[in-house]
């Protein structure tokens, strides 16, 4: 038997992508998954079934993030289905780039709003209602290291995930929860292909001295390490998932 079953795992933006990837490795390592998600709920509750159907246990959470009332609402559905929240997995976000000059104020205040405010929401939820010995991991970007024409409002985001990951993991002592960061590279998404040429792909790939693109299931791996026994002393650190890009 699983050392993660019967714990519980939140993964906001869980429907597709590297949240659907994370929800199927946790719930094969044990974990009862709540799949977040913001819009269409076919994809959630899709993954809702695939996972079920191979012995897990899920449940689908609609919720926006940058809403403190709904994030509130999706403790809430957690605790009442499984009985409490053990891990925490802050997926959700977006990137639209532009530069700095080209930036709007609506685009820059959605930037922060679901990336940087969303995470703070969550975190600040579970400061009083994640089960002792939990295990947060928030989403960083290498695109952070890079520093690429384009990702201002991006980076000013994830430069505050990492500030709050630093900081809530030393707030935290005392209930053995360690929070962590995931920093991925470029990763072959429908959200990350999707709008770009061959070339600039090729490009991309090229990048890493592995020279591939990272697939979803390269960052579930990483996260379900920091989820489960084995990284019990990694704390307040960002884990930097991209082949050696950076």
């Not at 299931?217 to 990694?234: Q, R, S, Y």
């Given at each position: 038997m699983s ?5 519980v ?9 590297i949240?659907a ?13 709540v799949?977040?998600?913001s819009?269409e ?14 012995g897990?246990?899920?449940?689908t959470?609609k ?15 957690a605790?009442t ?6 891990l ?9 780039t ?16 679901i990336?940087?405010k969303?995470?703070?929401n ?5 400061a ?15 695109t952070?290291?890079?520093?690429m ?6 980076n000013g ?5 990492e500030?709050f990951?630093r ?5 935290l ?5 360690t929070?962590n ?10 959200l ?6 061959d ?7 090229k ?40």
């Open positions: 050392a993660n079953t019967n714990k795992a939140i993964v906001t933006g869980a429907s597709r992508g949240g990837a994370i929800a199927e490795r946790l719930a094969r390592d044990g974990f009862t998954v799949i977040n998600y819009g709920a076919a994809p959630a509750e899709a993954l809702a079934r695939r996972i079920e159907e191979r897990g246990r899920a449940l959470a919720a926006d993030v940058s809403s403190a009332e709904a994030v509130r609402r999706m403790f809430d559905a605790e289905a499984f009985g409490g929240v053990d925490l997995v802050n997926n959700a976000g977006i990137l639209k532009a530069t700095l000059a080209d930036t709007g104020d609506d685009e820059f205040d959605r930037h922060f709003a990336n940087a969303g995470t703070f969550t975190m600040r939820e579970a009083g209602r994640m089960r002792d010995g939990g295990r947060i991991v928030n989403f960083s970007s290498t952070l290291a890079l520093n024409p384009g990702y201002a409002a991006y985001t994830k430069a505050a995930v500030a990951t900081v809530f993991a030393k707030e002592r005392g209930r053995n929860i929070v960061a995931v920093a991925p590279g470029p990763i072959a998404t429908d990350f292909l999707t709008g770009k040429s070339e600039l792909i090729g490009n991309f790939a990048m890493p001295p592995l020279e591939r693109l990272g697939q979803p299931d390269d960052i579930a791996n990483v996260v379900a390490f920091l989820a489960g026994p084995d990284a019990g002393w990694v704390n307040g650190q960002v884990l930097r998932a991209n082949g050696g890009v950076a």
